[in-house]
């Protein structure tokens, strides 16, 4: 018996009694017979708070988290402090337990939060129009290019190598769906060159700085885009925006991006959150929730979900997109980092990462036989190449060190990732470590 | 007996003022202390070209650390919740987030884990995934699970392009999908985004699907059939046999929208009904806390002949190298070797924390449990039904279909409207005043002002009479005076507000002067 459901046998008789029936079963009776399941469900029978806490804390203890090992993994996600006022405050029951605000009069703290959410992403990605999160990056990134489709009709995305991998296949699934074709244009020296850009192009779709680390010349890009007639959709990592002209003030009309960054842990995975964000022109086309200021009946300030008419509860087939709830709890972390960085903070640490990236990168390039992956300039992650074949002797080696060296890109590449996790120390020792098991 | 109440929610309001954080913002202030730069440090034109730099500091509010925590603390207190207060919410599920998930998620073995983490040093991250997987198939009846989805629409979504890779594999080229007049706004939404044309199947006078429309319709160009069962009616279609069988004979796919699970967990199973889809909403059934939006989760289960086309990378088991396959062993993976599959639907592997939580959901109750939830589930919802027919309720507010409901039941505010001069939303909004969250307004869309009523089962008895009392109290009340309900709410942060004008001219960010 569930121990969350609180009805005695008293008053389970009473109820029945109360609703006219004999039994819980006759509760069913719509349920045709051949229907029923009639024997147990083979699970493991219920156990203890006691019990199931030790069960899954034995569990947990087989992986190898980012406490247990010196951890260089990033690749769209990064091992970032989390502060602690950001699980204080996100793990109160009015923020954790609320459903979507559908009743504004009674969920005024989460659609003030949203509307500062959105405020805050619309000043980092550079453009004047914030949704109040998706599901998380890379299908955001496949989102946009539903939002191309309907804004131009035209057939074809055309998709730098450099966006991450996850957000290219994601794309590939969802575009076979809404009908559009995905090219993939290859990248030259770590960064996006365009070909000639046809009349079919709806969306030229890059990353901020890309699945390599480098910075692109997104202005440069959004310009032969536009010419062309297409949109330039970007993806972005908040963080090192800090440093470089935001996506929208270089001319993307739409920038997403996974947050996990900002205030989000790791969670294998998920949940975190996506942003998403367009211009003024796009906002009726905008996918998913969106908060807005108001008045009530006595002309005091409020928030309630707007533009509600281009979303499936409204829409249906027409809707801009099928996503229903998004990521609230997780873009509420994201406003709280956000206030706790500040506009200062926000700088110091993009800062901090480059210059330990810089020094990293710099240092790693010295060891024999190492070589940058590409020369264009980087924030916080950078590819190094290896003599050919050794990337799994060097995993190998690292590992028994207590290191991840971040992520295998092939036989004799690794994406190294910093945070203002990984110090000075840190690095050296990674260093060290590579340069030994090259020798 | 009663008056307007004018300070009845059952949250204190946040006494001083409503401002955001930006204007909460002085230059100066801040939170932030970064740690020590221990590198050697270099000009910043060196390692950025001054063409690609950020030429003014993003701008984000510039506050201390106290006032961060004071004014989220008192944002929060401007937020009814589910730990607060009775939420019965139809079609959302509302039930105990039980405290002992947030302990187990935030374990640094599952928090602090990388997703990019070799599967090697990830596996009881892996393990408990496939545990889910197996849990899932069995709750279900259908031999495969993906976790991969992110949400209910995520769900629905993976499963229309799952029919499309599964005819497209077979020849078939399919344009429409039906789905019933009283689905889900995702269901017809997601019809469109996977490339189908939307056909709507009718309704019978019972609330089920209408089978003559279906013969109708059901031809060969019919790629799938959405159907949720319980309806969004909260009714049992007991023609679901029938249903599989029109639509499995012109060739389509059956695919079940599983925001109704928990109303036949252990007691029916989808797979026997013949559905060849299922999406689950780990939000709904299986207590992930609904975050105020989210997270969410949306696993599929799939049949045999749906598995090749299932999202990759799929979490395995695979036997150890000379260690006879037992239950208890062998090593997990990811297996992207998946050459059918529709591909990605997400990066990563899904929303793992969401997994954490409902995996020791189904572990607490095992399926005993599970089957009590659904009992009383469905007890709680008929008990309330009865309740407010006891004291009068149903006379202004009477069900949509006079059947046994399941875990929810639908009420029509026609009459009300009608009689007593308030609609549906009047009601719901006199509801805030007593402290309770109003039921789902306006949805299902075939019911004329219909109020849906999900009070799910880890309700007590007397919470269900309170709230029976509080309708009844809100129709007394209107039968004297309207305009009471009319003008309501009045204890809340704030009163009704302007959601036309908000759509007229959207101010939906901040504006700054720097």
């Known amino acids: ?439 | 007996m009663s008056t307007t109440p004018t300070r009845s929610l059952s949250f204190t309001q946040a006494a001083d003022d409503d401002l955001t954080i930006y204007e909460r913002s002085a230059p100066g202030r801040r939170a932030f202390v970064a740690p020590e730069t221990d590198v050697p440090t270099r000009p910043l034109d060196e390692l950025i070209p001054g063409k690609l730099r950020r030429k003014t500091k993003p701008n984000l509010p510039e506050v201390s650390e106290p006032e961060i925590v004071r004014h989220y603390v008192r944002l929060s207190k401007r937020n009814f919740d589910l730990d607060t207060g009775f939420y019965p919410l139809g079609s959302c599920t509302m039930k105990h987030n039980p405290k002992l998930h947030e302990r187990i998620a935030a374990l640094p073995g599952n928090a602090r884990l990388h997703p990019l983490q070799d599967p090697a040093h990830a596996q009881g991250a892996l393990e408990l995934m496939w545990r889910l997987q197996d849990a899932l198939s069995k709750i279900s009846g259908l031999p495969h699970v993906s976790l991969q989805p992110s949400a209910g629409s995520h769900g629905e979504l993976a499963g229309v392009l799952l029919t499309r890779a599964y005819h497209e594999d077979r020849g078939e080229t399919r344009h429409k999908v039906l789905t019933p007049e009283s689905a889900h706004g995702t269901n017809p939404a997601t019809v469109t985004m996977a490339g189908y044309e939307v056909v709507k199947v009718a309704t019978d006078t019972e609330g089920n699907v209408d089978l003559d429309d279906l013969r109708a319709k059901a031809d060969s160009d019919v790629a799938c059939l959405m159907l949720t069962n319980p309806s969004t009616l909260g009714l049992f279609d007991p023609n679901i046999a029938e249903i599989a069988k029109i639509v499995h004979d012109v060739g389509a796919t059956l695919y079940y929208d599983g925001a109704n699970l928990n109303a036949i967990m252990g007691i029916t199973r989808p797979g026997d009904m013949g559905f060849d889809i299922v999406h689950f909403n780990l939000h709904k059934s299986f207590t992930q806390p609904h975050g105020g939006g989210g997270p969410g989760s949306g696993p599929i289960a799939v049949s045999d002949r749906i598995e090749p086309y299932i999202p990759r990378p799929q979490v395995v088991k695979r036997p150890v190298a000379g260690v006879e396959p037992k239950a208890d062993t062998g090593t997990y993976d990811l297996d992207y070797d998946r050459p059918k599959s529709i591909g990605r639907l997400r990066g990563f592997q899904g929303n793992y924390g969401v997994f954490v939580r409902s995996y020791a959901y189904i572990r607490s109750l095992g399926a005993e449990g599970l089957r009590d939830v659904s009992e009383v589930a469905v007890l709680n919802a008929n008990y309330l039904l009865a309740k407010l027919g006891k004291l009068g309720v149903l006379e202004y507010l009477p069900a949509a279909f006079d059947r046994i409901a399941m875990h929810e039941f639908v009420l029509s505010g026609g009459p009300m409207k009608a009689q007593l001069g308030i609609k549906t939303l009047d009601l719901a909004k006199r509801l805030l005043d007593h402290g309770v969250h109003p039921p789902t307004v306006y949805f299902p869309l075939i019911v004329d002002e219909a109020l849906l009523i999900e009070p799910t089962e880890t309700e007590t008895r007397e919470t269900l009479d309170r709230f029976a009392e509080i309708v009844a109290e809100v129709l007394e009340e209107a039968k004297r005076d309207p305009e009471i309900a009319r003008q309501a709410p009045y204890g809340t942060p704030v009163r009704r507000l302007d959601e036309a004008g908000a759509a007229r001219r959207p101010v939906i960010r901040q504006p700054l002067t720097s």
């Open chain 1, 1 to 439: 018996m569930s121990t969350y459901t609180s009805v005695t046998d008293a008053d389970r008789a009473e109820m029945l009694a109360t609703i006219g029936v004999a039994s819980i079963d006759e509760l069913f009776g719509d349920i045709p017979a051949e229907l029923r399941y009639n024997s147990e469900l083979p699970l493991p029978a219920g156990r203890s708070e006691q019990d199931v806490y030790r069960e899954l804390a034995e569990l947990a203890a087989k992986n190898v988290s980012a406490d247990d090992e010196i951890s260089f993994l990033g690749a769209g996600f990064y091992d970032h402090y989390v502060p602690a006022l950001v699980d204080a405050l996100i793990t109160r029951s009015e923020f954790l337990t609320p459903y979507t605000p559908y009743q504004p009069e009674i969920s005024q703290g989460g659609l003030q939060a949203m509307f500062e959410y959105q405020t805050a992403i619309s000043e980092l990605v550079g453009l004047p129009v914030s949704n109040a999160s998706v599901y998380e990056g890379p299908s955001a990134v496949a989102a946009a290019g539903y939002v191309a489709k309907h804004t131009n009709q035209r057939s074809k995305f055309v998709v730098s190598a450099g966006v991450h991998p996850h957000s290219i296949e994601t794309l590939q699934t969802l575009a076979h769906g809404y009908g559009m074709s995905v090219e993939v244009v290859d990248l030259q020296d770590g960064i996006t060159t365009l070909p000639q850009l046809d009349q079919d192009v709806s969306a030229v779709i890059v990353q901020q700085p890309n699945f390599l680390g480098a910075i692109e010349d997104v202005e440069a890009l959004a310009g032969q885009a536009h010419d062309a007639g297409a949109l330039l959709i970007a993806q972005a990592d908040p963080i090192p925006l800090a440093l470089i002209t935001p996506p929208g003030e270089a001319g993307a009309d739409i920038v997403v991006g996974e947050g996990q960054t900002l205030g989000n842990r790791l969670d294998f995975g998920g949940p975190s959150f996506g942003f998403f964000a367009v211009t003024e022109k796009l906002i009726r086309r905008l996918p998913g929730r969106l908060a807005g200021e108001t008045t009530d009946q006595d002309g005091k300030r409020g928030f309630v979900l707007t533009l509600q008419t281009r979303e499936q509860h409204i829409r249906r087939e027409k809707a801009t997109s099928n996503i229903c709830t998004a990521q609230a709890l997780n873009a509420l972390a994201g406003v709280i980092y956000l206030s706790w960085l500040g506009k200062e903070g926000i700088v110091e640490l993009a800062e901090l990462l480059l210059q330990r990236t810089a020094y990293a990168r710099n240092e790693l390039a010295k060891i024999p036989g190492v070589s940058a992956g590409h020369t264009q300039p980087v924030v916080r992650e950078f590819p190094v190449r290896l003599p050919s074949g050794k990337a799994e002797a060097v995993i190998a080696a690292a590992r028994k060190a207590g290191i991840n060296p971040g992520y295998r890109l092939s036989e004799d590449e690794l994406l190294i990732a910093i945070t203002e996790l990984r110090t000075r120390e840190h690095i050296d020792k990674l260093v060290a470590t590579i340069k030994e098991a090259l020798a």
